[in-house]
Structure formats: C-alpha cells, structure tokens
C-alpha cells in the first residue's frame, strides 16, 4: 500500500486511498440521482414539504440514509432554498408560485461515504433575470472545478470562482463556503469560493472535497433567520448555488455527483 495515501495533511485534510473513490462514487451517484428524480416534482402550487417528503422516501428506498436529518438538530432530507435564501432553506407548506427559483440541496449516506450535491430549479417560467444568475453560478462552479488538479491551490479554485463572477457583475457570498468530506459530512479544508491565486493548501490526489459557490445578483452579505437555519441576502436580492462533490485525481478531478440524466442545469436536457 502507497503509504503516502490514507494520511492528514499539515492542514488536517484527509487523503483518501485509490479504493476509496468507489465510495463516493456510489454515494454521489446516489444524490445526483435523487436530483435528476426530482426534477418532475417541481412546478407551480408544489410545496417544498412536500418535495423533501419525496427525497426521504428516495432516500430510504434506496436504502441509505440521509446525512441531514438529525445534524446538529436539523430534521430534514434536504435544504430547499427559494429567491432570495442564500442557503439552509428549511421546507415547508408554503405553495410555489410561477417564476420562484430553487435551490435543493441532498446529502447521502451510502455504505458509510458522504455524497453532497446541490442545483437549481425553476417553478413555471424562469425570468431573464434568473436564468441569467443560474447560468452564471452554474458556470463559475465548472471554473472552480476546472482548476482543480495536483499542485495547484484552493485558493486558485476561489480565484477562478470569483473572478468570473464579479465579470459578470454578481457577487460571491462570504459566509458560507465548501468543505472537505469523505467518511465524514464536514471536514477540513474550508473550500473558499473567493481569494488570491496561489494561497491556501496544495491540491493533492485523494482530496475529496465540495465546491458549491453561492452568488447573489446583489450585495454578498448574508443574514440567517431567527430559525436558526435559513440564510437569506441582506439586499433581498435573488441568490444561487450549484454544489458537486469532487475528487483530486493523478491528473485533474474526478466529479462524484455529475448528473446520470444530464440535467444538472435546469435549462439543459430539455
Ligand atoms: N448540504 C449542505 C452542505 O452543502 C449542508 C446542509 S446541513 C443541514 O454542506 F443541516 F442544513 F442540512
Ligand atoms: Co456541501
Ligand atoms: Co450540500
């Protein structure tokens, strides 16, 4: 066995051993799917209750287990965030109305390894407006993800991230970044979507970890309610998130949670 493999960095951040991809490839598989699945649950007069009801009965057909329900109190399958909730929209009985953009956001457990993902949806007829931020984030994720590889930096990946999204005259949230996951929901590093090219720890193969940038049309200041959970832009200007659950392979990246169905952008696949 590649001793180099299995260890901590000086950061704390795990690296995984060549056998342990086939893990998160099963558990990405599995919340891409329930993603793509899902898809034909969102429209008009839906609630978003009644869309996690589905996702935990998903879950549970498949025999796993969701990572969310019960973490840190949370008792949900997944995190539903709508307009202007940044993040951590809790579901509820609420109707969706003609034009609401969504955020579902499902982390499963499969056999022990953690798949997390995240994209947006579209109740009715998605506005200019909207498509336009939704296509942005959706685009700023790929650059993150295209600049992971050996020997480059997180901070290259939050550079890439930021500059395009800033170019297109959005801005990146602050509050909320990606993580390190593997065995575990959250671990180190904090996977930044903004910085300084050549900052932070060096990429290496068997870094698992998620990129899920969060952009606002408006300010990038955020504030969470009194619930506790939900995150919303200060400005009430609209948000988007788009999260995969990535790998650091020999050569590049490996992406955990692509959608099987291709329709990981709501406007694709049509
Ligand atoms: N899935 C979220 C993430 O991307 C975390 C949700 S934690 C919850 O890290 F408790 F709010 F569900
Ligand atoms: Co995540
Ligand atoms: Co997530």
Redesign the pocket.
């Known amino acids: 066995m590649d001793e180099r493999k299995g260890r901590l960095t000086k950061d704390g951040i795990r690296i995984y051993q060549d056998a342990d991809y086939a893990g998160m490839r099963a558990a990405g598989k599995l919340a891409a799917t329930i993603l793509d699945d899902i898809a034909q649950h969102v429209f008009v007069g839906q609630t978003t209750g009644e869309i996690d009801r589905i996702i935990t009965k998903m879950v549970e057909d498949a025999g796993a287990r969701s990572a969310?329900i019960g973490?840190?109190g949370?008792q949900h399958a997944s995190?539903i965030s709508m307009n202007h909730v940044v993040c951590?929209g809790i579901p509820g009985e609420k109707k969706l109305k003609d034009g609401d953009i969504l955020n579902i956001?499902v982390?499963v457990i499969v056999d022990g390894w953690f798949g997390?993902t995240?994209r947006m949806y579209v109740a009715g007829k998605l506005s200019r407006k909207s498509e336009r931020l939704i296509q942005v984030t959706h685009d700023a994720l790929f650059k993150g993800i295209e600049a992971v590889k050996p020997g480059n930096t997180f901070g290259d990946i939050g550079h890439a991230i930021q500059t395009y999204v800033e170019a297109h005259r959005m801005s990146v949230v602050r509050d909320f970044c990606g993580?390190g996951l593997g065995r575990v929901f959250?671990a180190p590093p904090n996977v930044l979507h903004y910085g300084r090219a050549g900052t932070g720890p060096v990429l290496e193969e068997g870094m698992f970890f998620?990129i899920?940038p969060m952009v606002n049309l408006g300010r990038p200041e955020t504030k969470v309610l009194a619930d506790d959970?939900t995150a919303v832009t200060r400005d009430k200007s609209l948000s988007a998130q788009f999260?995969h659950s990535v790998g650091v392979t020999a050569t590049g990246v490996e992406i955990f949670t692509q959608s099987p169905a291709g329709i990981f952008h709501p406007t694709y696949g049509e």
């Open positions: 969310t973490y840190k949370y995190c951590h956001d982390t997390d995240s993580h959250h998620t899920e959970w999260e």
